[in-house]
């Protein structure tokens, strides 16, 4: 297996040069643009500058003319090359960037400025479809634009040319550039990526919308439930606070992701907090959707006033005249009743936002009904794309038949857009057409990177000829070769960009011409900003290459197959310890489920706000085994929507003992390749344990961890460029070695345990509430419901997260019945159906694995939540059934925050914890683990074997492992203490 890696590296070394010079150019292209931008005077409608002030550029459209009032308006052609620009700036658009130009962000107001009869216009480049295509790709890109009115507009031309047949040919599902020429599969694709970024767009709205409304969900307790609900979450209310640091982390990285690419201007989170956000954002996605009705009513009722106007203009009344009048008013027809019941639906979604319910949840109905809006029109704009699909799958296989014929004449670029639309459309990227479509391409390309010329798509009144753009075709063999499975050679490759190189303009970095012969003149505008769009095109499909190529040397699991929550669902255990009732000198600065979400914006390529200025992809989780230390790390892949890497020590050693650093190398090389990857190092201790000069028993992996800390430094390194995040699980961080894990290597250690008490009641109130809301009329609550509550947080302590987070127990089950529930021997079954609730037996207790200072910490931490537990337990009855009506000592809100008020002189909530065992009279066995290290300085040696000896560590290092409590004595464990 790793031998045919390591033979790979040669390959993958060259590939990533290549990416490496592609990402480089675009970079430098987009740089180019955006000062061209800059430079201009943003007059009127135009964007256009006086030629006295003209840079470096050539011009390649007709100055701007004068319109019917007197201002300047762009031309077609101009019209077309400005949304081919705003395409090239908005593409690989990382929120880490910052925000966008401001000459940029004037670009979309200029597009947004055209009328339709401008978009409509056949004089100047006669190419209106091609122009309507362009300019929907780039507004459905470019934030709060998809439903201008200037959208609706595209949106209308491009469904109006799929569903009208036209001389010569009468298709259904093609698209013209413009009058002359027949359809094509080029302007089709572009037609059918511009409905297809439109779709996006109105997805990544809904689900905006509907992560808002989940998170109002979240903060509103269950009404069945009050006044016991409110109770509940009173005495949690600082697990609230710290879910809410989590939940605005969460929202926020969502947002980041989404809020380029949605149809409202819905606001960030700010530093205002997630109270203050929820409150205002449903005001102001009323704000939007209305001025969106707006905008598509004003389109409507422009359309139609278009094409009355024009349907005038049929005069003659010749059979071929009345034949594509008949079909004009059939496609205008069909497209005016598309947008007709999406404005009917629009105003069914603004009446709950502007007619708001009574009650607590009127936020959610309205809510609720945008979202049903955007998913609606994505319905519509999808069978909207049928006749296209149809159109492009009979022009694939029309090429396809000429391309394997050795005397018919096919054309490479119908053929690659008819192979790419086909792929977008019906998403089955593995299909034999697709792939032999990329080859028969990928053998015609010259060594300079031409590919032969095919038919024009255009012609123009004059008589001149319009071809595709070479560096079109290359960008569409770049996503078919992106999606499909076909080999990437290096020489491919390089001829590719040998054509990015030779019309590169001389003189002026990142700017291109349409030909070689031209690069000793001006750059163009368009040429450059087309090339651009290529470039990025190489660059995602070399980094899918490199990644597939990669990924098949290990073991790998797409998000998909992670049978676990995502990150917002998933239950945290360390909520207590991050909490202000948590001793002082334990106390986190944040949970590890924000940490979590620190790496997921890593990953995403989220830029947080300066309260995290530094980012963190790299991490040690560490603690007991069974505590759910992979489950968080397959989380964090799920909610990232990368796949999973899992790398253990058998993959170093999978060509055999002699070749361990010679395979190490190869491993750690590809991985510093992978591009958007969670990495889980599992079981790697043995890679990576502590040096000793005496060590006595070599292992294969004695020798290696001193190589290991430059190749993990390497990795950190390249991770921080390519959205890369990797974990290390270890059950002994005290074991390991201190330069392989310290800064650097690994950005962050954290200790994962058993749930503390405020964790599991904070969870569980959400769990409850959850399934309430839920099952709303289908439960009715039990008697004594509180008590139950209280004591099923309280008697579960140090349990194995594996069944702590099953559905039933801390998690919402997946029945809603009593009947159901009775079944089971869990919590919610304890609750809700007054069964029998399993007692689970103590599978982690708190042990040290060594001297060292972090393993001291471990200790220390999970001391906390063990001790914090037995004092909470004493005060519950064993049997609730039996008559108490109460508890004997202490509710659940004295057990979360009322042992703080016995350090409330200064000492440690983890002394206070040991005294106040000492004091109880079963208690005669301090816990002398606690005591030595309140002590200090005190060295931990093994517990005494039940024969009276002494038992040992299975590493060989010495560590104390208290011996499993008696759950009905509440006796402490005893551990053996020498000074």
Not at 488 to 508: I, S
């Amino acid at each position: 297996m790793t031998q045919s890696l390591d033979a790979s590296l040669e390959k993958l070394n060259e590939l990533n040069e290549w990416r490496i010079k592609a990402a480089t150019m675009r970079d430098e292209g987009k740089k180019a643009l955006r000062q061209e931008l800059a430079g201009q005077q943003f007059t009127g409608q135009t964007s256009r500058t006086d030629p006295k002030e003209s840079n470096i550029w050539h011009e390649e459209t007709m100055q701007s003319r004068h319109a019917p009032d007197g201002s300047l308006a762009p031309r077609g052609s101009q019209i077309l090359e400005d949304a081919t620009v705003l395409r090239a700036l908005l593409c690989h658009r990382r929120p880490d960037a910052g925000q966008a130009s401001p000459a940029t962000a004037q670009l979309v107001v200029t597009l947004e400025k055209n009328e339709l009869e401008t978009l409509s216009e056949k004089e100047d480049d006669n190419l209106p479809i091609l122009r309507a295509a362009r300019v929907l790709i780039a507004l459905a890109a470019a934030p709060d634009s998809a439903l201008s009115t200037t959208a609706i507009y595209c949106y209308y031309i491009i469904m109006r040319e799929l569903y009208s047949g036209d001389a010569p040919d009468w298709v259904i599902g093609g698209a013209r550039a413009g009058e002359g020429l027949g359809s094509c599969a080029f302007v089709t694709n572009e037609c059918i990526h511009a409905l297809l970024a439109f779709e996006r767009t109105l997805i990544h709205t809904a689900e905006h919308i509907e992560s808002i409304l989940e998170m109002l969900k979240r903060r509103r307790p269950p009404e069945p439930l009050a006044p016991e609900s409110l109770e509940l979450f009173s005495e949690v209310s600082e697990w609230l606070e710290i879910d809410d640091r989590r939940a605005r982390l969460d929202l926020e990285i969502t947002s980041e992701l989404r809020k380029e690419n949605i149809a409202l201007g819905l606001p960030s989170i700010g530093n205002d907090g997630l109270a203050n956000f929820l409150q205002s954002v449903t005001e102001k996605v009323q704000e939007q959707l209305t001025a969106c009705q707006n905008h598509l009513g004003l389109a409507i009722k422009n359309i139609d006033e278009h094409f009355k106007a024009e349907d005038k203009s049929f005069t003659t009344k010749d059979r071929e005249t009345e034949e594509r009048r008949v079909r004009a008013t059939a496609g205008h027809g069909l497209s005016i009743c598309v947008l007709e019941a999406a404005f009917d639906s629009m105003n069914r979604a603004v009446t709950p936002l502007t007619e708001p319910t009574e009650g607590a949840n009127s936020d959610e109905i309205a809510l609720r009904a945008a979202s049903w809006f955007f998913r609606k029109m994505v319905l519509d704009v999808r069978r909207a794309l049928e006749p296209a699909s149809e159109y492009v799958s009979r022009a694939l296989d029309r090429e396809l038949t000429a391309a394997a014929s050795e005397t018919a004449i096919w054309d490479v670029g119908e053929l690659l857009f008819a192979a790419v639309s086909h792929g977008y459309l019906s998403g089955r990227w593995d299909e034999e057409r697709l792939r032999s479509a990329a080859a028969y391409a990928s053998k015609v390309v010259s060594e300079r990177g031409r590919f032969p010329m095919g038919q024009p798509i255009h012609l123009s009144p004059r008589g001149y000829n319009l071809h595709v753009l070479n560096v079109d075709i290359i960008r569409a063999l770049a996503e078919l070769l992106h999606h499909t499975e076909t080999p990437v050679d290096p020489n491919l490759m390089k001829r590719l960009m040998y054509f990015m190189e030779d019309t590169r303009t001389n003189g002026v970095p990142g700017t291109w011409t349409p030909s070689e012969e031209l690069r000793s003149g001006l750059p163009w505008r368009s040429t450059t900003a087309s090339t651009v769009l290529a470039l990025d095109a190489v660059n995602k499909m070399l980094d899918s290459r490199i990644n597939e190529e990669i990924l098949r040397h290990f073991s790998v699991r797409r998000p998909e197959e992670l049978d676990v929550p995502d990150l917002a669902e998933l239950f945290y255990p360390d909520y207590g310890l991050a909490s202000s009732q948590c001793d002082p000198d334990l106390r986190r600065s944040e949970s590890v489920a924000v940490t979590l979400q620190r790496m997921r914006a890593h990953v995403s390529g989220v830029l947080l706000r300066a309260e995290y200025p530094e980012r963190l992809f790299s991490l040690i989780l560490h603690g007991p085994p069974g505590t759910g230390k992979t489950t968080l790390v397959e989380s964090l892949a799920k909610t990232c929507g990368v796949r999973l890497v899992e790398i253990t020590p058998s993959d170093l050693v999978a060509d055999g003992v002699d070749s361990i650093e010679r395979t190490a190398r190869a491993v750690f090389r590809a991985l510093s390749l992978l591009t958007r990857v969670v990495i889980i190092f599992d079981e790697f201790d043995p890679v990576l344990l502590q040096r000793h000069d005496d060590q006595k028993e070599a292992t294969a992996f004695s020798f290696l961890t001193p190589g290991m800390l430059p190749k993990l430094k390497t990795l950190h390194s390249s991770a921080s460029r390519r959205s890369v995040a990797y974990v290390l699980n270890t059950n002994l961080i005290g074991k390991l070695d201190d330069a392989a894990i310290r800064g650097g290597r690994f950005d962050a250690k954290v200790g994962i345990y058993p749930p503390d008490l405020l964790s599991r009641a904070g969870r569980l109130a959400w769990a409850v509430a959850k399934y309430v809301r839920d099952a709303k009329s289908t439960v009715d609550l039990m008697p004594r419901f509180k008590e139950r509550f209280e004591r099923a947080v309280l008697s579960i302590r140090l349990g194995p997260m594996n069944t702590l987070a099953k559905p039933g127990w801390f998690s919402v089950p997946r029945e809603i019945l009593p009947e159901q529930l009775r079944k089971r021997e869990d919590v919610f079954n304890y609750l809700f159906s007054a069964s029998k609730m399993k007692e689970l037996d103590v599978e982690a207790e708190p042990r040290v694995s060594s001297d060292k200072a972090i393993a001291l910490r471990e200790l220390k931490e999970h001391l906390y939540v063990d001790l914090w537990d037995r004092v909470a337990f004493e005060g519950i009855p064993q049997e609730l059934d039996a008559g108490h009506t109460q508890y004997s000592d202490q509710t659940l809100a004295e057990a979360v925050s009322g042992v703080s008020q016995r350090s409330a002189k200064g000492e440690p909530l983890l002394r206070t914890l040991t005294q106040a065992l000492e004091k109880r009279p079963e208690h005669r066995a301090v816990d002398a683990s606690a005591s030595a290290l309140m002590a200090g300085g005190s060295r931990i040696t093994p517990a005494s074997s039940p024969n009276g000896g002494s038992s040992s560590s299975p590493v060989g290092e010495q560590e104390a492992i208290p011996s499993k409590p008696n759950r009905k004595s509440k006796r402490a464990p005893d551990v053996n203490v020498k000074d």
